[in-house]
Protein backbone atom coordinates (compact mmCIF):
# COMPACT_ATOMS: atom_id res chain seq x y z
CA UNK A 1 0.00 0.00 0.00
CA UNK A 2 1.41 3.38 -0.94
CA UNK A 3 0.68 7.35 0.29
CA UNK A 4 1.85 10.25 0.47
CA UNK A 5 5.13 11.04 -1.15
CA UNK A 6 8.18 11.69 0.93
CA UNK A 7 11.10 11.41 -1.78
CA UNK A 8 11.29 13.38 -5.21
CA UNK A 9 12.88 12.44 -8.01
CA UNK A 10 13.27 15.06 -10.96
CA UNK A 11 10.89 14.24 -14.32
CA UNK A 12 12.29 17.30 -16.64
CA UNK A 13 9.94 19.97 -17.57
CA UNK A 14 6.75 18.60 -15.16
CA UNK A 15 9.07 19.49 -11.88
CA UNK A 16 9.54 16.89 -9.29
CA UNK A 17 7.56 13.71 -9.14
CA UNK A 18 6.96 12.38 -5.41
CA UNK A 19 7.38 8.93 -4.65
CA UNK A 20 5.12 7.39 -2.60
CA UNK A 21 6.42 5.69 0.48
CA UNK A 22 5.86 1.36 0.75
CA UNK A 23 4.69 0.58 4.18
CA UNK A 24 7.07 -1.98 5.67
CA UNK A 25 4.36 -4.99 6.20
CA UNK A 26 6.76 -7.73 6.96
CA UNK A 27 5.87 -8.71 10.61
CA UNK A 28 2.40 -7.97 9.29
CA UNK A 29 2.08 -11.96 8.77
CA UNK A 30 3.95 -13.06 11.96
CA UNK A 31 1.98 -10.64 13.80
CA UNK A 32 -1.69 -12.81 12.19
CA UNK A 33 -0.02 -16.08 12.88
CA UNK A 34 0.87 -15.41 16.01
CA UNK A 35 -2.65 -13.81 16.93
CA UNK A 36 -4.58 -16.62 15.64
CA UNK A 37 -2.30 -19.56 16.98
CA UNK A 38 -2.88 -18.39 20.47
CA UNK A 39 -6.82 -17.80 19.61
CA UNK A 40 -7.11 -21.27 18.97
CA UNK A 41 -6.29 -23.14 21.74
CA UNK A 42 -8.07 -20.43 23.64
CA UNK A 43 -11.26 -20.81 22.19
CA UNK A 44 -11.26 -24.67 20.98
CA UNK A 45 -9.00 -26.32 23.57
CA UNK A 46 -5.25 -27.37 23.70
CA UNK A 47 -5.17 -29.93 21.28
CA UNK A 48 -5.51 -27.13 18.58
CA UNK A 49 -3.31 -25.34 19.96
CA UNK A 50 -0.68 -28.35 19.21
CA UNK A 51 -2.28 -29.02 15.98
CA UNK A 52 -1.64 -25.41 14.78
CA UNK A 53 1.91 -25.99 16.26
CA UNK A 54 2.57 -29.18 13.98
CA UNK A 55 0.94 -27.61 10.82
CA UNK A 56 3.25 -24.53 11.13
CA UNK A 57 6.22 -26.66 11.70
CA UNK A 58 5.08 -28.68 8.76
CA UNK A 59 4.44 -25.59 6.50
CA UNK A 60 7.65 -24.32 8.21
CA UNK A 61 9.93 -26.92 6.65
CA UNK A 62 8.61 -26.58 3.34
CA UNK A 63 8.95 -22.91 3.39
CA UNK A 64 12.81 -23.27 5.21
CA UNK A 65 13.46 -25.40 1.92
CA UNK A 66 12.24 -23.16 -0.46
CA UNK A 67 13.65 -20.16 0.75
CA UNK A 68 17.49 -22.46 0.61
CA UNK A 69 16.86 -23.09 -2.80
CA UNK A 70 16.64 -19.98 -3.71
CA UNK A 71 19.29 -18.31 -1.94
CA UNK A 72 21.38 -21.56 -3.62
CA UNK A 73 20.00 -20.21 -7.33
CA UNK A 74 20.81 -16.80 -7.06
CA UNK A 75 17.27 -15.05 -6.75
CA UNK A 76 15.50 -12.99 -3.93
CA UNK A 77 13.96 -14.80 -1.24
CA UNK A 78 12.79 -12.24 0.94
CA UNK A 79 9.16 -13.51 0.82
CA UNK A 80 10.50 -17.11 1.80
CA UNK A 81 12.21 -15.61 4.88
CA UNK A 82 9.07 -13.82 5.87
CA UNK A 83 6.37 -16.71 5.47
CA UNK A 84 9.08 -18.97 7.30
CA UNK A 85 9.49 -16.19 10.28
CA UNK A 86 5.75 -16.18 10.47
CA UNK A 87 5.23 -19.96 10.35
CA UNK A 88 8.52 -19.93 13.41
CA UNK A 89 6.29 -17.30 15.10
CA UNK A 90 2.75 -19.35 14.83
CA UNK A 91 4.25 -22.64 16.02
CA UNK A 92 5.64 -21.04 18.86
CA UNK A 93 2.74 -19.28 20.31
CA UNK A 94 0.73 -22.73 19.07
CA UNK A 95 2.77 -24.26 21.90
CA UNK A 96 2.10 -21.28 24.03
CA UNK A 97 -1.35 -20.97 23.44
CA UNK A 98 -1.94 -25.07 23.80
CA UNK A 99 -0.01 -24.69 27.32
CA UNK A 100 -1.80 -22.14 28.96
CA UNK A 101 -5.00 -23.75 27.81
CA UNK A 102 -4.25 -26.89 29.14
CA UNK A 103 -3.77 -25.73 32.35
CA UNK A 104 -6.85 -23.72 32.53
CA UNK A 105 -8.76 -26.41 31.55
CA UNK A 106 -7.27 -28.93 34.06
CA UNK A 107 -7.43 -26.65 36.94
CA UNK A 108 -8.75 -27.96 40.16
CA UNK A 109 -11.90 -25.10 40.24
CA UNK A 110 -13.35 -26.25 36.67
CA UNK A 111 -14.14 -29.90 38.89
CA UNK A 112 -15.93 -28.28 41.50
CA UNK A 113 -19.33 -28.33 40.46
CA UNK A 114 -21.51 -25.09 39.80
CA UNK A 115 -23.29 -23.55 42.76
CA UNK A 116 -20.80 -25.38 45.11
CA UNK A 117 -19.60 -23.15 47.90
CA UNK A 118 -15.97 -22.32 49.16
CA UNK A 119 -13.97 -19.88 50.64
CA UNK A 120 -11.31 -18.03 48.25
CA UNK A 121 -8.39 -16.03 48.90
CA UNK A 122 -7.59 -13.65 46.14
CA UNK A 123 -5.46 -10.96 45.19
CA UNK A 124 -6.73 -8.17 42.78
CA UNK A 125 -5.64 -7.40 39.59
CA UNK A 126 -7.63 -4.34 38.94
CA UNK A 127 -10.32 -2.05 40.29
CA UNK A 128 -13.82 -3.22 41.34
CA UNK A 129 -15.89 -2.27 38.09
CA UNK A 130 -19.91 -1.05 38.85
CA UNK A 131 -22.25 -3.08 36.90
CA UNK A 132 -26.12 -2.81 35.68
CA UNK A 133 -28.25 -3.50 38.57
CA UNK A 134 -31.45 -4.91 36.54
CA UNK A 135 -29.76 -7.64 35.36
CA UNK A 136 -28.16 -9.32 38.67
CA UNK A 137 -30.92 -7.94 41.79
CA UNK A 138 -29.11 -4.83 43.43
CA UNK A 139 -25.70 -3.02 42.97
CA UNK A 140 -22.98 -5.26 41.76
CA UNK A 141 -19.19 -5.05 41.40
CA UNK A 142 -16.95 -7.02 38.91
CA UNK A 143 -13.24 -7.34 39.42
CA UNK A 144 -10.92 -9.28 38.25
CA UNK A 145 -8.36 -11.26 40.59
CA UNK A 146 -5.48 -13.81 40.65
CA UNK A 147 -6.56 -16.67 42.75
CA UNK A 148 -4.40 -17.33 45.86
CA UNK A 149 -6.07 -20.50 47.19
CA UNK A 150 -9.08 -21.78 48.33
CA UNK A 151 -10.99 -23.71 51.03
CA UNK A 152 -13.85 -26.47 50.23
CA UNK A 153 -14.52 -29.42 52.62
CA UNK A 154 -11.90 -28.48 54.99
CA UNK A 155 -8.90 -28.85 52.12
CA UNK A 156 -6.82 -26.28 51.07
CA UNK A 157 -5.96 -25.88 47.39
CA UNK A 158 -2.76 -23.81 46.38
CA UNK A 159 -3.78 -23.07 42.51
CA UNK A 160 -3.33 -19.46 41.23
CA UNK A 161 -5.10 -18.63 37.87
CA UNK A 162 -7.54 -16.07 36.96
CA UNK A 163 -10.86 -15.48 38.52
CA UNK A 164 -13.73 -13.08 37.79
CA UNK A 165 -15.65 -11.96 40.97
CA UNK A 166 -19.14 -11.07 40.91
CA UNK A 167 -19.60 -8.89 44.75
CA UNK A 168 -22.11 -6.98 45.92
CA UNK A 169 -20.94 -3.23 45.73
CA UNK A 170 -20.92 -3.03 49.25
CA UNK A 171 -17.29 -3.63 50.93
CA UNK A 172 -15.88 -4.25 47.59
CA UNK A 173 -15.95 -0.80 45.49
CA UNK A 174 -12.82 0.44 47.94
CA UNK A 175 -10.54 -2.10 47.29
CA UNK A 176 -7.50 -1.52 45.07
CA UNK A 177 -5.30 -3.79 42.57
CA UNK A 178 -2.61 -5.78 44.73
CA UNK A 179 -5.03 -6.39 47.61
CA UNK A 180 -5.30 -9.69 49.46
CA UNK A 181 -8.62 -10.40 50.58
CA UNK A 182 -10.93 -13.48 51.62
CA UNK A 183 -14.62 -14.16 51.16
CA UNK A 184 -17.49 -16.98 50.60
CA UNK A 185 -18.13 -17.57 47.08
CA UNK A 186 -20.25 -19.75 45.07
CA UNK A 187 -18.39 -21.18 42.03
CA UNK A 188 -20.02 -20.53 38.49
CA UNK A 189 -18.60 -21.42 34.89
CA UNK A 190 -16.26 -18.75 33.12
CA UNK A 191 -18.81 -16.41 30.40
CA UNK A 192 -16.29 -16.97 27.78
CA UNK A 193 -12.89 -18.54 27.05
CA UNK A 194 -10.63 -15.85 28.07
CA UNK A 195 -8.15 -18.13 30.55
CA UNK A 196 -10.54 -17.24 33.71
CA UNK A 197 -10.80 -20.42 35.28
CA UNK A 198 -14.08 -19.99 37.13
CA UNK A 199 -16.61 -16.93 38.16
CA UNK A 200 -16.48 -16.63 42.20
CA UNK A 201 -19.87 -14.96 42.91
CA UNK A 202 -19.10 -13.70 46.13
CA UNK A 203 -21.83 -13.68 49.35
CA UNK A 204 -20.78 -11.39 51.63
CA UNK A 205 -18.06 -8.26 52.53
CA UNK A 206 -14.26 -9.43 52.23
CA UNK A 207 -11.55 -9.61 54.77
CA UNK A 208 -8.43 -7.96 53.74
CA UNK A 209 -6.01 -10.33 54.45
CA UNK A 210 -2.98 -8.22 52.98
CA UNK A 211 -2.72 -4.18 52.22
CA UNK A 212 -1.83 -3.41 48.75
CA UNK A 213 1.51 -2.21 47.52
CA UNK A 214 2.80 1.35 48.41
CA UNK A 215 2.39 2.32 44.77
CA UNK A 216 -1.42 1.49 44.21
CA UNK A 217 -2.09 3.09 47.69
CA UNK A 218 -0.48 6.35 46.31
CA UNK A 219 -2.51 5.70 42.91
CA UNK A 220 -5.48 5.67 44.87
CA UNK A 221 -4.63 8.18 47.06
CA UNK A 222 -4.47 10.06 43.78
CA UNK A 223 -7.54 9.27 42.68
CA UNK A 224 -9.54 10.05 45.47
CA UNK A 225 -8.18 13.33 45.78
CA UNK A 226 -8.93 13.86 41.68
CA UNK A 227 -12.40 12.95 41.71
CA UNK A 228 -12.85 14.75 44.92
CA UNK A 229 -11.68 18.17 43.70
CA UNK A 230 -13.49 17.60 40.15
CA UNK A 231 -16.76 17.14 42.63
CA UNK A 232 -16.17 20.40 44.35
CA UNK A 233 -15.02 22.25 40.89
CA UNK A 234 -17.59 20.90 37.95
CA UNK A 235 -21.21 19.87 38.24
CA UNK A 236 -22.30 16.13 38.82
CA UNK A 237 -21.95 15.22 35.31
CA UNK A 238 -18.85 16.83 33.84
CA UNK A 239 -17.28 15.73 37.48
CA UNK A 240 -17.81 12.13 36.72
CA UNK A 241 -16.67 12.21 33.17
CA UNK A 242 -13.52 13.96 33.74
CA UNK A 243 -11.80 11.08 35.40
CA UNK A 244 -13.05 8.80 32.84
CA UNK A 245 -11.44 10.81 30.15
CA UNK A 246 -8.23 11.43 31.74
CA UNK A 247 -7.37 7.74 33.84
CA UNK A 248 -10.60 5.91 32.98
CA UNK A 249 -12.19 5.75 36.05
CA UNK A 250 -15.82 5.57 35.36
CA UNK A 251 -16.96 4.83 39.04
CA UNK A 252 -18.75 8.26 39.49
CA UNK A 253 -20.03 8.31 36.03
CA UNK A 254 -23.41 9.19 36.06
CA UNK A 255 -26.32 6.54 34.48
CA UNK A 256 -27.57 8.93 31.74
CA UNK A 257 -24.19 10.25 30.43
CA UNK A 258 -23.32 6.95 30.15
CA UNK A 259 -26.12 5.79 28.49
CA UNK A 260 -25.77 9.05 25.76
CA UNK A 261 -22.04 7.73 25.18
CA UNK A 262 -23.44 4.25 24.56
CA UNK A 263 -25.59 5.38 21.86
CA UNK A 264 -23.20 7.96 20.15
CA UNK A 265 -20.65 5.85 20.01
CA UNK A 266 -18.20 7.88 22.32
CA UNK A 267 -17.94 5.03 25.27
CA UNK A 268 -14.11 4.53 24.14
CA UNK A 269 -13.21 8.14 25.57
CA UNK A 270 -14.05 6.49 29.05
CA UNK A 271 -11.67 3.89 28.68
CA UNK A 272 -8.28 3.80 29.02
CA UNK A 273 -6.87 4.07 25.34
CA UNK A 274 -4.15 4.63 23.25
CA UNK A 275 -5.07 8.13 22.52
CA UNK A 276 -5.29 8.97 26.16
CA UNK A 277 -1.09 8.09 26.30
CA UNK A 278 -0.62 10.09 22.80
CA UNK A 279 -2.27 13.17 24.07
CA UNK A 280 -0.16 12.95 27.94
CA UNK A 281 2.85 12.22 25.46
CA UNK A 282 2.27 14.78 22.90
CA UNK A 283 2.33 17.23 25.45
CA UNK A 284 5.31 16.38 27.40
CA UNK A 285 7.30 16.43 24.25
CA UNK A 286 5.97 19.96 22.80
CA UNK A 287 6.38 21.40 26.65
CA UNK A 288 10.31 20.17 26.32
CA UNK A 289 10.64 21.08 22.41
CA UNK A 290 9.16 24.97 23.71
CA UNK A 291 11.58 24.94 26.40
CA UNK A 292 14.92 24.19 24.14
CA UNK A 293 15.31 20.74 26.43
CA UNK A 294 17.93 18.89 24.83
CA UNK A 295 15.68 15.58 23.18
CA UNK A 296 17.51 13.18 25.35
CA UNK A 297 16.20 14.40 28.38
CA UNK A 298 12.51 15.19 26.47
CA UNK A 299 12.39 11.79 25.50
CA UNK A 300 13.25 10.76 29.35
CA UNK A 301 10.73 12.59 30.76
CA UNK A 302 8.41 11.54 28.12
CA UNK A 303 9.09 7.85 29.22
CA UNK A 304 8.44 9.33 33.26
CA UNK A 305 5.08 10.80 32.55
CA UNK A 306 4.21 7.45 30.85
CA UNK A 307 5.42 5.08 33.97
CA UNK A 308 3.32 8.19 35.95
CA UNK A 309 0.21 7.36 33.78
CA UNK A 310 0.46 3.51 33.90
CA UNK A 311 0.77 3.61 37.94
CA UNK A 312 -2.02 6.40 38.15
CA UNK A 313 -4.30 4.61 35.44
CA UNK A 314 -3.74 1.02 36.95
CA UNK A 315 -0.69 -1.19 35.56
CA UNK A 316 -3.31 -3.80 34.49
CA UNK A 317 -3.21 -5.92 30.83
CA UNK A 318 -5.34 -2.75 29.30
CA UNK A 319 -3.32 -0.15 30.79
CA UNK A 320 -0.22 -1.51 29.40
CA UNK A 321 -1.84 -2.48 25.84
CA UNK A 322 -3.04 1.07 25.92
CA UNK A 323 0.54 2.48 26.74
CA UNK A 324 2.61 0.39 23.80
CA UNK A 325 -0.27 1.55 21.42
CA UNK A 326 -0.79 4.77 22.66
CA UNK A 327 3.06 5.25 22.26
CA UNK A 328 3.15 3.79 18.78
CA UNK A 329 0.72 5.53 18.05
CA UNK A 330 2.47 8.98 18.76
CA UNK A 331 5.30 7.89 16.64
CA UNK A 332 2.84 7.93 13.79
CA UNK A 333 1.71 10.97 14.21
CA UNK A 334 4.67 12.87 15.25
CA UNK A 335 7.49 11.06 12.73
CA UNK A 336 5.32 10.98 9.69
CA UNK A 337 7.27 7.52 9.48
CA UNK A 338 4.32 5.08 9.20
CA UNK A 339 6.70 2.85 7.51
CA UNK A 340 8.38 2.35 10.82
CA UNK A 341 5.20 2.46 12.71
CA UNK A 342 3.53 -0.71 11.37
CA UNK A 343 6.48 -2.77 12.05
CA UNK A 344 6.50 -1.10 15.72
CA UNK A 345 2.39 -2.20 15.93
CA UNK A 346 3.42 -5.71 14.66
CA UNK A 347 6.38 -6.00 17.20
CA UNK A 348 4.04 -4.67 20.28
CA UNK A 349 0.97 -7.27 19.12
CA UNK A 350 3.82 -10.31 19.06
CA UNK A 351 5.23 -8.93 22.17
CA UNK A 352 1.89 -7.99 24.15
CA UNK A 353 0.36 -11.90 23.24
CA UNK A 354 3.64 -13.35 24.23
CA UNK A 355 3.69 -10.72 27.72
CA UNK A 356 -0.16 -11.77 28.34
CA UNK A 357 -2.04 -14.64 26.14
CA UNK A 358 -5.37 -13.65 27.08
CA UNK A 359 -5.03 -10.51 25.09
CA UNK A 360 -5.99 -12.73 22.06
CA UNK A 361 -9.57 -13.01 22.84
CA UNK A 362 -9.84 -9.32 24.57
CA UNK A 363 -12.35 -6.89 22.69
CA UNK A 364 -10.36 -3.79 24.04
CA UNK A 365 -6.92 -5.48 22.85
CA UNK A 366 -8.81 -6.22 19.19
CA UNK A 367 -10.50 -3.13 19.16
CA UNK A 368 -7.28 -0.89 20.26
CA UNK A 369 -5.54 -2.76 17.58
CA UNK A 370 -8.10 -2.03 14.23
CA UNK A 371 -8.06 1.89 15.66
CA UNK A 372 -4.33 1.88 15.83
CA UNK A 373 -3.31 0.06 12.43
CA UNK A 374 -6.06 2.13 10.67
CA UNK A 375 -4.38 5.19 12.07
CA UNK A 376 -1.27 4.32 10.41
CA UNK A 377 -2.62 2.45 6.82
CA UNK A 378 -5.83 4.36 6.47
CA UNK A 379 -6.59 7.86 7.57
CA UNK A 380 -3.48 9.46 6.22
CA UNK A 381 -4.24 8.34 2.76
CA UNK A 382 -7.91 9.47 3.46
CA UNK A 383 -6.75 13.03 5.07
CA UNK A 384 -4.70 13.74 1.80
CA UNK A 385 -7.31 12.63 -0.90
CA UNK A 386 -9.23 15.37 1.23
CA UNK A 387 -6.73 17.88 1.30
CA UNK A 388 -6.68 17.23 -2.57
CA UNK A 389 -9.82 18.25 -3.42
CA UNK A 390 -9.61 21.40 -1.41
CA UNK A 391 -10.46 20.58 2.37
CA UNK A 392 -8.52 22.01 5.28
CA UNK A 393 -5.48 20.23 6.97
CA UNK A 394 -7.54 20.36 10.41
CA UNK A 395 -10.81 19.36 9.35
CA UNK A 396 -9.15 16.98 6.81
CA UNK A 397 -7.35 15.07 9.26
CA UNK A 398 -9.90 14.30 11.81
CA UNK A 399 -12.22 13.39 9.51
CA UNK A 400 -9.98 11.06 8.19
CA UNK A 401 -9.25 9.70 11.54
CA UNK A 402 -12.35 9.26 12.66
CA UNK A 403 -13.76 7.93 9.55
CA UNK A 404 -10.86 5.19 9.31
CA UNK A 405 -11.34 4.28 12.86
CA UNK A 406 -14.67 4.03 12.59
CA UNK A 407 -14.66 1.36 9.31
CA UNK A 408 -12.08 -0.93 10.82
CA UNK A 409 -14.01 -0.90 14.04
CA UNK A 410 -17.23 -1.34 13.36
CA UNK A 411 -17.48 -5.28 12.06
CA UNK A 412 -16.24 -6.19 15.62
CA UNK A 413 -18.31 -3.48 17.53
CA UNK A 414 -21.64 -5.22 15.30
CA UNK A 415 -20.58 -9.03 16.10
CA UNK A 416 -20.27 -8.01 19.78
CA UNK A 417 -22.96 -5.37 20.71
CA UNK A 418 -25.30 -5.46 17.30
CA UNK A 419 -25.49 -1.51 17.88
CA UNK A 420 -24.48 0.98 14.44
CA UNK A 421 -24.38 4.97 15.51
CA UNK A 422 -25.13 6.00 11.88
CA UNK A 423 -23.65 9.53 12.99
CA UNK A 424 -20.49 8.41 14.82
CA UNK A 425 -18.19 10.03 12.95
CA UNK A 426 -19.88 13.36 12.81
CA UNK A 427 -20.02 13.05 16.50
CA UNK A 428 -16.43 11.82 17.37
CA UNK A 429 -15.40 15.03 14.61
CA UNK A 430 -17.08 17.15 16.81
CA UNK A 431 -15.84 16.32 20.20
CA UNK A 432 -12.20 15.54 18.85
CA UNK A 433 -11.16 19.07 18.95
CA UNK A 434 -11.68 19.28 23.27
CA UNK A 435 -10.30 16.00 24.00
CA UNK A 436 -6.66 16.60 24.15
CA UNK A 437 -7.95 19.93 26.51
CA UNK A 438 -9.63 18.29 28.81
CA UNK A 439 -6.80 15.64 29.08
CA UNK A 440 -3.96 17.74 29.33
CA UNK A 441 -5.60 20.03 32.16
CA UNK A 442 -7.58 17.19 33.88
CA UNK A 443 -3.89 15.13 34.26
CA UNK A 444 -2.56 18.43 35.87
CA UNK A 445 -5.50 19.10 38.08
CA UNK A 446 -4.93 14.87 39.14
CA UNK A 447 -1.26 15.91 39.96
CA UNK A 448 -2.27 18.97 41.60
CA UNK A 449 -5.19 17.72 43.50
CA UNK A 450 -3.13 15.99 46.23
CA UNK A 451 -0.81 18.84 46.48
CA UNK A 452 -2.95 22.21 46.46
CA UNK A 453 -7.23 21.21 46.21
CA UNK A 454 -7.67 25.54 45.51
CA UNK A 455 -4.89 25.25 42.67
CA UNK A 456 -6.06 22.37 41.48
CA UNK A 457 -9.77 23.03 41.66
CA UNK A 458 -9.33 26.56 39.39
CA UNK A 459 -7.31 24.18 36.99
CA UNK A 460 -10.80 21.78 36.62
CA UNK A 461 -12.65 24.90 36.44
CA UNK A 462 -11.04 25.81 32.91
CA UNK A 463 -12.22 22.07 31.79
CA UNK A 464 -15.70 23.32 32.53
CA UNK A 465 -16.67 24.45 28.44
CA UNK A 466 -14.99 21.91 26.74
CA UNK A 467 -16.78 19.51 29.02
CA UNK A 468 -20.11 21.19 28.67
CA UNK A 469 -19.86 20.83 25.12
CA UNK A 470 -18.69 17.23 25.17
CA UNK A 471 -22.28 15.98 27.32
CA UNK A 472 -24.52 18.52 25.06
CA UNK A 473 -22.92 16.84 21.97
CA UNK A 474 -23.81 13.75 23.50
CA UNK A 475 -27.00 14.18 24.80
CA UNK A 476 -27.82 15.93 21.28
CA UNK A 477 -26.54 12.73 19.28
CA UNK A 478 -28.55 10.10 21.37
CA UNK A 479 -31.43 12.12 21.33
CA UNK A 480 -31.89 11.98 17.74
CA UNK A 481 -31.86 8.26 17.88
CA UNK A 482 -29.86 7.71 15.05
CA UNK A 483 -28.58 3.70 15.92
CA UNK A 484 -29.35 0.50 14.60
CA UNK A 485 -29.62 -2.53 16.10
CA UNK A 486 -28.04 -5.59 14.18
CA UNK A 487 -27.97 -9.25 15.22
CA UNK A 488 -24.75 -9.96 17.26
CA UNK A 489 -22.55 -13.07 16.25
CA UNK A 490 -19.96 -13.98 13.79
CA UNK A 491 -22.50 -13.65 10.83
CA UNK A 492 -23.41 -10.38 11.39
CA UNK A 493 -19.66 -9.60 11.79
CA UNK A 494 -18.09 -11.30 8.69
CA UNK A 495 -21.15 -9.20 6.51
CA UNK A 496 -19.87 -5.95 7.89
CA UNK A 497 -15.92 -7.13 7.64
CA UNK A 498 -16.99 -7.44 3.40
CA UNK A 499 -19.16 -4.19 3.60
CA UNK A 500 -16.18 -1.94 5.15
CA UNK A 501 -13.62 -4.28 3.10
CA UNK A 502 -15.56 -2.72 0.32
CA UNK A 503 -15.61 0.67 1.11
CA UNK A 504 -12.00 1.02 1.81
CA UNK A 505 -11.37 -0.52 -1.42
CA UNK A 506 -13.77 2.04 -2.98
CA UNK A 507 -12.12 5.32 -1.23
CA UNK A 508 -8.61 3.91 -1.48
CA UNK A 509 -7.18 7.60 -2.49
CA UNK A 510 -5.27 5.67 -5.81
CA UNK A 511 -8.36 5.35 -7.48
CA UNK A 512 -9.54 8.88 -6.84
CA UNK A 513 -5.86 10.75 -7.77
CA UNK A 514 -5.55 9.14 -11.43
CA UNK A 515 -5.31 11.96 -14.03
CA UNK A 516 -4.22 11.16 -17.55
CA UNK A 517 -2.16 14.03 -17.54
CA UNK A 518 -0.75 13.36 -14.43
CA UNK A 519 3.56 11.81 -14.37
CA UNK A 520 2.76 8.48 -12.91
CA UNK A 521 3.71 8.63 -8.97
CA UNK A 522 3.04 12.45 -8.78
CA UNK A 523 0.41 13.59 -6.42
CA UNK A 524 -1.74 17.33 -6.69
CA UNK A 525 -1.18 20.61 -4.91
CA UNK A 526 -3.11 20.21 -1.67
CA UNK A 527 -4.64 23.35 -0.11
CA UNK A 528 -3.18 24.87 2.94
CA UNK A 529 -0.37 22.31 2.85
CA UNK A 530 3.50 22.94 2.44
CA UNK A 531 4.85 21.43 -0.67
CA UNK A 532 8.00 20.52 1.54
CA UNK A 533 5.99 18.69 4.29
CA UNK A 534 6.17 14.79 5.17
CA UNK A 535 3.27 13.09 4.33
CA UNK A 536 0.97 11.97 7.10
Known amino acids: MTTGATDRVDAGDRGPVEIPEVLDARLVPAAVCGWGATVAPLVLGWWAGVGVAAGCGLVGMCAAAWAIRRVRAGRGSGVAWVVLGALVIGAGFGVAGAWHAHRVQT ?27 KPFGGPKVLVRAGLVDYRLGGRIVHSGGSVLVMAPAAGWRTLLPGQRVEFPARVARPWRPDMTVAILRAEAAPISVSTPPWWQRLAGQVRGDFATSAHRALSDDAAGLLPGLVIGDTSTLTDHVQENFRESDLTHLTAVSGANVTILLGAVLVSMRILTVDPRIGAVAAGAALVMFVILARPSPSVLRAAVMGAIALLALCTGRRKQALPALCAAIIALLAWSPGLAVDAGFALSVLATAGLIVIAPGWSDWLRAHGWWRIPADSFAVAAAAFVVTTPLVIAMTGHLSLVAIVVNMLVEPVIAPITILGALGALLACVWSPLAAAVMHCTAPPLWWLLTVSDRAAALGASVSLPTGLRSGLVATVVCALVIAALHPGRSRADPDAVPGSVPPRPGRDEDSPSG
Open 107 to 133: HPLRAVRAGQRLVAVVELTDDPKRVSA
